[in-house]
């Protein structure tokens, strides 16, 4: 079956630190891959996504590639804000459009 | 503003009573979902509604039971709940399930529950 793995958590870092992370999938077919954020006392919010090989997604200074070779689709932003505390969840979508979800990551940003 | 409603927000129930959740999306899609969030656990997909007809049980206990009249609102009714369904329960839409296609999921904010 499908399946996501992405970085244990938490992430605290510094702002304006460089942040990633990992997220990596098994799946058959051909998946779209998906970063979702949740903000404290919300739901999830699509941050972005890719739909093929080498695809960019991007929004807000966030982007992930998606890496057909090494099953990969890592999240990355050059400069994190205070405002980017969440948990991010990492997710893949296949076999008329079921999602499976990574367990989240958490990212602290610490002014 | 997702388009995805939820009421109520935070609900308190005791484990004899019965109550309900309310999901409405006002986006045009046609397929719905019920998650459960619990603390420190993973996301669990519960149900899937697919043009008001379920395509998926992910084996959840009788206590919880969908309903979908039609394709904007999705509901979740509960009795003899135990308290470790205390949870965030989160409804979902998203455009369909088609084939090949592959379309991203729109959430609510979610219903926090606490069973006592």
């Known amino acids: 079956g499908n399946s996501v793995t992405q970085m244990e958590g938490p992430v605290t870092l510094s702002e304006e630190a460089f942040l990633t992370i990992n997220c990596t999938y098994t799946?058959?077919?051909?998946?779209?891959l998906f970063w979702y954020v949740q903000y404290p006392g919300e739901g999830l919010q699509l941050l972005l996504k890719a739909t093929k090989a080498d695809d960019k997604g991007s929004n807000k200074g966030f982007e992930a590639t998606y890496r057909k070779e090494t099953t990969s689709f890592h999240l990355e932003k050059g400069s994190v804000q205070v405002s980017d505390s969440a948990v991010y969840f990492c997710a893949l979508s296949s076999n008329a459009g079921k999602s499976t979800f990574g367990d989240g990551t958490t990212l602290t940003v610490k002014p | 503003e997702t388009g995805v409603t939820q009421t109520p927000r935070h609900l308190v129930m005791g484990m004899t009573n019965k109550k309900s959740l309310k999901c409405e999306q006002h986006l045009g899609h046609n397929a719905m979902y019920w998650y459960k969030q619990s603390a420190k656990k993973p996301l669990e997909l519960m149900f899937v509604?697919?043009?008001?007809?379920?395509?998926e049980n992910n084996s959840v206990p009788s206590r919880f039971s969908p309903e979908c009249p039609n394709s904007s609102h999705l509901f979740l009714h509960l009795h003899t709940l135990q308290p470790e369904d205390s949870a965030l329960y989160l409804c979902?839409?998203?455009?369909?399930?088609?084939?090949?296609?592959?379309?991203?999921?729109?959430f609510g904010p979610g219903t926090r529950l606490t069973v006592t």
């Open positions: 799946a058959t077919g051909y998946p779209s």
């Open positions: 979902a839409s998203s455009q369909g399930l088609a084939g090949g296609i592959n379309y991203e999921q729109y």
């Open positions: 509604y697919n043009f008001k007809e379920q395509t």
